[in-house]
RNA sequence: GGCGCGAUAGCAAAGCGGUUAUGCACCGGAUUGCAAAUCCGUUCAGCCCGGUUCGACUCCGGGUCGCGCCUCCA
């Protein structure tokens, strides 16, 4: 049976689906900006796998991953480069979906944009109106009033009380208490707006997504998940939008995963220390970097840094060769035999709480295995469990000879040109120039491997 | 100040109250013309102090250190 670590109950509990055999999942996405930075890429990563652990667990999932296409940033940001918000929004949202394909991360069910919502953000801040529990103030600004929703701060564990609102930051005035969040925004010269009830105006940060959840998923629904950064104020704000506006339970199992850290500090679009996706795919195979994700717990911190890339590579080269060592160049899905005992492990280290490194040490030992049995069905399991993870669908000879884009590295026929000669000199029993030309190659980036069946290369 | 999380071998990272995690790196052996890959084997753990227990890395208490949230952030 499946457990999902709860942080609203901060414990493991069993995974149990409203409307049993499905699974309804919010994930809260991007806001397009900007690239997206290595912490995109893990909740990218992150929910991709439990959506497919997920369904392979035989539920029928509805996975709804939203887009942030109107915010603060994203009116400034097009101010700034001189373009359309339209412009600005629609070029980041092809370059997320170009790193999302690269990182091997299927498409969610639904894809929502918030500025289609807005009909439906209006009907629920009008509810919220309704049940006493937004108001106009002064400058215009619908808010939420904070203390007026029983249970406030029940997801990320903090009282009201000991909120200190203003402590960093300017406290609007115009609420009626510090800590009241905006639901709509007045319209300001020079920014979009639509029309409403209350005036022209946009959307406050957190309505989104209480709109386009309930619209997609239902008033109640099984996972809403995002980035531990999320937890407090979003998902604590949009719980009270949503209950408050529904009256009704609004999400059963909230998961949060854990932050990628840069020499153990948060990376962080503010600190400024943030690697972007397409930047470490210059120099490191996508396949390597979703390993590197899923190779730690989706709640332990990750930290990044070459060296560990360079380990992940490493890693993810032995499971490749022990592929290629059979001849397991067919990259087509394999069945999994669930009754072996390998499937067995990987199957519960999956159903507990997603635990993906221990599903990578099942997929490592059925590599040794395979090494030492050559077995094309130990192939088939290696391949069909690590598929479940989105990885090791590609032809072992492809990742092993797949070179690095940002660099100027030997064509195939050269490097084939050279092993032929190799050949040659071999065969002459010319060992020194045989040597020589491995250690050329080698100094390239190719490393040789002669066999009984002839001589292979693969990158280093 | 409030709340929360973590501390495992050289590095990364899991499970587990007693029995090999796993990967990278390292060392010895097999294999190889020599390598590489692979196999076999060895070495290397559990922040500190108490407690519970026949037995604790694993449970409990107290420290220490690190990180995060309380502001936009995935």
């Not at 990628?260 to 690697?275: H, I, P, Q, W, Y």
Request: proline share 4%.
């Amino acid at each position: 049976m499946l457990k999902i670590y709860n942080s609203l109950t901060r414990e493991k509990q069993d995974f149990v689906p409203i409307i049993p055999g499905s699974a309804r999942m919010y994930v809260c996405g991007m806001t397009v900006y900007d690239y997206c930075h290595l912490g995109h890429a893990r909740v990218l990563v992150v929910f991709d796998m439990v959506q497919r652990w997920l369904r392979a667990s035989g539920l029928q999932v509805t996975y709804v991953r939203n887009i942030t296409d109107i915010d603060d940033k994203i009116i400034k940001r097009a101010v700034e480069s001189k373009q359309s918000i339209a412009e600005l929004t629609a070029r980041f949202i092809a370059f997320m979906d170009e790193d999302a394909a690269a990182l091997g991360v299927e498409p969610p069910d639904h894809e929502p944009r918030a500025t289609a919502y807005v009909p439906q953000m209006l009907d629920l801040i009008g509810q919220l109106e309704k049940n006493g529990l937004a108001y106009q103030a002064a400058d215009g600004d619908v808010n939420f009033s904070v203390r007026k929703f029983a249970g406030y701060g029940k997801l990320s564990g903090k009282s009201i009380d000991d909120l200190r609102a203003g402590e960093r930051v300017e406290v609007d005035t115009a609420k009626e208490d510090p800590l009241d969040f905006v639901l709509w925004k007045h319209a300001r010269d020079n920014e979009p707006f639509w029309p409403s009830p209350w005036g022209n105006g946009r959307p406050g940060w957190h309505i989104e997504c209480s709109a386009m959840s309930s619209d997609l998923l239902g008033k109640h629904f099984d996972i809403h998940g995002g980035g531990q950064d999320l937890q407090f104020p979003h998902h604590e704000n949009e719980i009270a939008q949503s209950e408050g506006a529904h009256l009704c339970r609004f999400v059963n199992y909230w998961m949060h995963n854990g932050f990628v850290r840069v020499a153990d500090e948060k990376m962080s679009k503010s600190l400024g220390n943030f690697f972007t996706i397409r930047e470490i795919l210059k120099n490191y195979d996508a396949e390597v970097v979703r390993f590197f994700i899923l190779r730690a717990h989706y709640r332990s911190p990750l930290n990044y840094s070459d060296s560990h890339l360079d380990d992940a590579r490493q890693a993810l080269t032995r499971l490749y060769t022990a592929l290629k060592s059979v001849g397991a160049a067919d990259a087509g899905a394999s069945p999994v035999d669930w009754d072996e005992p390998h499937a067995q492990r990987f199957r519960q280290a999956m159903d507990d709480d997603f635990n993906t490194p221990e599903a990578c040490a099942v997929l490592f030992d059925l590599a040794a295995e395979l090494n030492r049995r050559k077995s094309p069905a130990v192939a088939g399991q290696l391949r069909g469990l690590a598929g479940l993870l989105g990885l090791l669908t590609r032809d072992p000879q492809i990742f092993l000879q797949a070179a690095p884009s940002n660099e100027t590295a030997d064509s195939v026929a050269d490097i084939e040109a050279r092993i032929a000669e190799r050949v040659a000199a071999k065969k002459n029993k010319d060992y020194a120039a045989a040597d020589r030309i491995r250690a050329d190659l080698l100094a390239a980036g190719v490393v040789l491997e002669d066999s009984s069946a002839g001589t292979t290369w693969r990158r280093s």
